[in-house]
């Protein structure tokens, strides 16, 4: 079966608790099985990882290449500093979706650079949890249609 991977970063375990005006009151369990119905009635699977730790998600993204078919990343606070994480994500040829909760732009200065983006297929900020529907469902599309993703890469 085709499978998807589904990694959260730092503090997003303690979505639901969390800054509730910003991120909203599901849990991460909350998000991640609403988003394991979506791709299971696609016929795919998805795995699911939260981890505060930059080497682990480097680690998981290693370990994802030609494991999955795409993988829905929102890397947290690491977005705006890891070039480690972006390195990893270059490395991989898996296409990764970079998915925020809030909007990033809307908010402080410094979380308005991405240093993932740039090697990203794509990047969903401020939709909430419907942003990592929306990324499942493009990776699950995009399978075949490799020649929109422009800007991976490079
Ligand atoms: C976040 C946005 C980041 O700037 C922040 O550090 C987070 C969550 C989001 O989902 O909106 O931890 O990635």
């Known amino acids: ?20 005006d910003i991120y909203g009151t599901q849990t991460l369990a909350d998000i991640e099985s609403a988003v394991k119905e979506t791709v299971l009635q696609a016929g795919y699977d998805i795995d699911c990882f939260q981890s505060n730790h930059e080497g682990e998600l480097i680690d998981l993204l290693h370990q ?3 494991v999955y078919e795409g993988i829905i990343f929102n890397p947290g606070a690491f977005t705006h500093t890891s070039i480690a994480l972006r390195d990893a994500i ?4 898996v296409p990764v979706i970079e998915v925020h909760l809030s909007n990033v732009y809307a908010r402080e200065a410094f979380r308005h650079t991405s240093v993932l983006a740039p090697v990203c297929m794509g990047q969903i900020t401020g939709l909430g949890p419907e942003g990592y ?11 075949g249609r490799r020649e929109f993703n422009v800007n991976t890469k490079n």
């Open 1 to 20: 079966m085709n499978r998807l991977l589904m990694l959260n970063g730092p503090n997003l375990n303690l979505l639901g608790a969390r800054e509730k």
């Open 64 to 66: 994802g290449n030609g």
């Open 90 to 93: 270059a490395a991989i040829d």
């Open 133 to 143: 529907h929306l990324a499942a469902k493009a990776l699950m599309h995009v399978k």
